[in-house]
């Protein structure tokens, strides 16, 4: 069963080909010369993209074409040279070319999930007895593309977590003068609008005591992200200890956000060689 359809999968795919450092099929230092060939990057990227869907272990995934010590070597080849926070960027890069990204208000919201395997970037759960869990403080436009996250424990507030994830404002190249972040009740601190102030940023902050749905606003779009990314449940159930590689995952689960986002909405407004036949 395909992780993901081909319309979404393919052109992913060519993309990251392009990113991939040259590589012979066998090593030129080898003395003999008579070693196995490398596995294909293509098999790899494809169990990658299962491991992230499904959340399958690697060992579950591995099978005649590729070892689960492929995967995590390959893997960790391409976090070292940046290929997935490149592959990010550039799917960003493309979706605010062709549709926009919707910067003059975004939004931030932490969420909870479950990180059986603990690791760096865990910590005890309140809203499971305790249990090992991650917080990501996730950021996105005003449309729900996810534009960056903060990994903490699960213990951590949504509250601290805020400076370090409007940080990564900073890397998404101009900006207009007037931003609006919308933020739910918990931010809702004296704190938080002192930082608002100091960045020059417009707070749209659910007051505490009063009933969300009135104060809604278009905060709803980070819980639809939310939503998104818990489908990958790689990123659901995380168990990876180091958050290098929760970071990766993370990106590149992004990216297949952004790229769906971008075929769905440019569908009905542009044309191009093998478009999918109907809007999915």
């Known amino acids: 069963m395909p992780a993901l359809p081909s319309w ?11 990113l991939l450092p040259p590589r012979p099929e066998f090593d030129p230092a080898h003395p003999l010369g008579c070693h196995r060939r490398r596995v294909a990057d293509r098999i790899v990227f494809d169990k990658l993209l299962q491991v992230l869907r499904f959340g399958c272990s690697y060992e579950a995934i591995a099978d005649t074409t590729c070892s689960a ?17 490149r592959l990010k960027q550039i799917a960003l890069e493309a979706y605010d070319r062709i549709v926009g990204l919707v910067l003059d208000r975004i939004a931030v919201d932490g969420a909870i999930t479950k990180a059986p395997g603990g690791g760096e970037a865990a910590g005890p759960s309140p809203v499971d007895r305790g249990k090992q869990g991650m917080k990501r403080s996730s950021m ?11 990994l903490a424990g699960a213990n951590r507030h949504d509250s601290p977590l805020l400076a370090p994830t409007l940080d990564l404002l900073d890397g998404l190249g ?40 009135i104060q809604a606003s278009r ?46 909405r440019a569908w009905t407004t542009h044309r191009w060689n093998r478009r999918p036949w109907r809007r999915r």
Do not use: M
């Open 8 to 18: 979404l999968t393919e052109p992913l795919w060519d993309q990251f080909t392009d």
């Open 69 to 85: 010590t492929t995967i995590r070597t390959r893997r960790d080849e391409w976090i070292r040279v940046g290929l997935f926070t």
């Open 140 to 150: 996105t436009d005003g449309y729900g593309i996810p534009l960056g996250r903060v």
């Open 174 to 213: 101009p900006l207009p003068n007037d931003i609006t972040v919308h933020l739910h009740a918990g931010y809702d601190s004296a704190g938080t609008r002192t930082e608002l102030d100091r960045r020059g940023l417009h707070g749209q902050i659910a007051h505490k005591g009063e009933k969300a749905p």
């Open 219 to 264: 905060r709803w779009h980070v819980e639809r992200t939310h939503a998104w990314q818990n489908a990958f449940h790689r990123l659901a159930r995380c168990y990876e200890r180091r958050p290098l590689v929760i970071n990766a995952f993370f990106d590149l689960a992004d990216t297949v956000i952004t790229v769906r986002s971008l075929i769905r």
